[in-house]
């Protein structure tokens, strides 16, 4: 693929976002400089915002990797963008470890910064608590009668679980995500967020019939 311009590998990875090889040969055509005369800075932030738009935030996030490095020259600019990676990595991507360490790259180009200050604690915070915090979750979903209520603290608890707790979480993390996808069927965040964690256990089968199901009840 060494002949492919930057546009034809962010059409490529437009078509398949969780494409590793795109990916890698897309970062050996700038790390070699092929794409000077490309303008990469904006087609790397347009097709980002198309991936973020559609839900695709592991290839938006690797975008943003990408790109990081061709911007050093605006240090306020290279930590917003370290500091939308955090936010994609905790949110998003359930990489709270990840999005430290992007927090951690904004502050120290952007010292003081409180809303990034406040990031990072929050991560130690959660990191440090998330028993008690995934626990109070689970209780206050048991008490909603909303469903979408329901939905929401069910999905904070199995994705809190997903990332700390070490024994037996698979079978507590697919009971949470699936009674929260039961009380409220048409939730792509909480669809998308199980499908990160089938994804990373190689359950494709299980991931596929998410993702139609969650089509289905698409509004």
């Given at each position: 693929?060494?002949?492919?311009?930057?546009?034809?590998?962010?059409?490529?990875?437009?078509?398949?976002?969780?494409?590793?090889?795109?990916?890698?040969?897309?970062?050996?055509?700038?790390?070699?400089?092929?794409?000077?005369?490309e303008d990469p800075?904006?087609?790397?932030?347009?097709?980002?915002?198309?991936?973020?738009?559609?839900?695709?935030?592991?290839?938006?996030?690797?975008?943003?990797?990408?790109?990081?490095?061709?911007?050093?020259?605006?240090?306020?600019?290279?930590?917003?963008?370290?500091?939308?990676?955090?936010?994609?990595?905790?949110?998003?991507?359930?990489?709270?470890?990840?999005?430290?360490?992007?927090?951690?790259?904004?502050?120290?180009?952007?010292?003081?910064?409180?809303?990034?200050?406040?990031?990072?604690?929050?991560?130690?915070?959660?990191a440090e608590n998330?028993?008690?915090?995934?626990?109070?979750?689970?209780?206050?979903?048991?008490?909603?009668?909303?469903?979408?209520?329901?939905?929401?603290?069910?999905?904070?608890?199995?994705?809190?679980?997903?990332?700390?707790?070490?024994?037996?979480?698979?079978?507590?993390?697919?009971?949470?995500?699936?009674?929260?996808?039961?009380?409220?069927?048409?939730?792509?965040?909480?669809?998308?967020?199980?499908?990160?964690?089938?994804?990373?256990?190689?359950?494709?089968?299980?991931?596929?019939?998410?993702?139609?199901?969650?089509?289905?009840?698409?509004?």
């Amino acid at each position: 693929m060494g002949s492919l311009t930057l546009a034809n590998y962010l059409g490529m990875l437009q078509d398949n976002p969780d494409d590793q090889s795109v990916l890698d040969g897309l970062r050996q055509r700038l790390e070699n400089g092929e794409a000077k005369d490309e303008d990469p800075v904006r087609l790397l932030e347009m097709a980002r915002m198309a991936h973020e738009q559609r839900g695709e935030l592991r290839a938006a996030a690797w975008l943003i990797e990408i790109e990081a490095p061709l911007i050093s020259a605006d240090p306020d600019l290279e930590a917003a963008l370290f500091k939308e990676l955090g936010r994609i990595r905790q949110e998003e991507l359930l990489d709270d470890s990840g999005a430290q360490g992007a927090y951690e790259r904004a502050l120290a180009l952007r010292p003081g910064d409180l809303e990034i200050e406040d990031a990072i604690e929050q991560v130690d915070q959660t990191a440090e608590n998330w028993k008690q915090i995934a626990k109070r979750f689970v209780e206050e979903a048991n008490d909603a009668s909303d469903s979408t209520l329901k939905t929401s603290h069910l999905t904070r608890a199995a994705s809190l679980i997903w990332q700390y707790k070490k024994r037996g979480r698979d079978k507590e993390v697919d009971k949470l995500f699936k009674a929260a996808l039961e009380a409220d069927p048409a939730s792509t965040r909480t669809a998308r967020l199980y499908a990160e964690t089938l994804r990373a256990r190689d359950q494709h089968d299980a991931l596929a019939e998410i993702l139609v199901e969650s089509a289905d009840h698409a509004r």
